[in-house]
């Protein structure tokens, strides 16, 4: 193996960065320097610089993107209303806010390499990455689950027992997650057969399944600002405080659970439970708004754009050319998507409940099934002529070929 001096590792304090911590100082003998990015994972973050230091790394950093995590990654994928295959993206967005501080900390250490501990099957190694290379073409970069000895979690869950590595899991709750300000995603055990129900009731952190939700509705109002949540029920609040505030009372109420089997990047399919509920009442809320106040033809080409940013992010192609274009598209049609957004959330459900923007596009007079003097029903005869004049003629061609 190449030797190094100095190596950064994108370090989160789970089963894999533990491991890889005193398996790159036996294997190359190096400094090892950890930076844990904080995107909200709460109390994951207890205990991580001593559990670090007593591991083999030389320090720790603990850097708070919290601020830049909502504002630079959530909130553009928000106004795009971008889903992959119906996830929100959630561990997407926050490898490229990670990977950035990462680079910036390794060239301010002097580091010869980053390394990083996503699997060679995932998603996030593409992430991070193409990250790395957009900030550090230089830098090498280490992925041990390429090279190592290890086939599986169990393998590494003996190694860190056989080195006395403390864990917080065990071989019977050694699911995969991933937990941020946005989401929680779970893979692996049970969850790797899509024949098996997700036994919720061991797994759900964020919230409550829709049959342990209350039985009375919860009324709440968002205000939006070109595009972006700004007031919870009247009270302005930053990024941050929404998601959280929203996260609690969407997960009160039994919101934002979602169980899919998705196309990953590295060609294979991937069975994962997210939890989501403060995300998922915002691009519900998102959306209801751009339906007054967006124009049909804006709102459809804005979901063609919608798809491919999703396609974008999820591929980790965050710092790329295309991805600063369709931001650009993006924020151009957000200048109108400033309103109030009301919704009742009952039992999982997210049910609107009143629209309010000065930018509304909806004209009741015009949209009344009584009189008015804006449109004149007799015209549409002529338009439903005109329209309808291809079908006409292919009909009546049709004819003729067929009496010949």
Known sequence: MK??????????GGLDTSVIIPWLKENYGCEVIAVSGNVGQGTELDGLEEKALATGASKLYIEDLNKTFVEDYIWPCLKAGAKYEEYLLGTSFARPAIAKRIVEIAKA?????ICHGCTGKGNDQVRFELTIKAFAPEMDIIAPWRTWEFKSREDEIEYAEAHNIPLKITRETNYSKDKNLWHLSHEGLDLENPENEPQYDKILEMGVTPEKAPDEPTYITISFEKGIPTKLNGEAIDGVTMIEKL???GGKNGVGILDIVENRLVGMKSRGVYETPGGTILYKAHALLESICLDKETMHFKAIVAQRMAETVYNGQWFTPLMEALKAFVDETQKTVTGDVKLKLYKGNIVPAGLFSDYSLYDDVTASFGEDEDYNQADSAGFINL???PIKIKAMLDSRRENK
């Open 387 to 389: 329209y309808g004049l």
């Open 247 to 249: 996260n609690e009372i």
């Open 109 to 113: 250490e002097g580091a010869d390499a």
């Open 3 to 12: 030797q190094y001096k100095k190596v950064v590792l994108a370090y989160s």
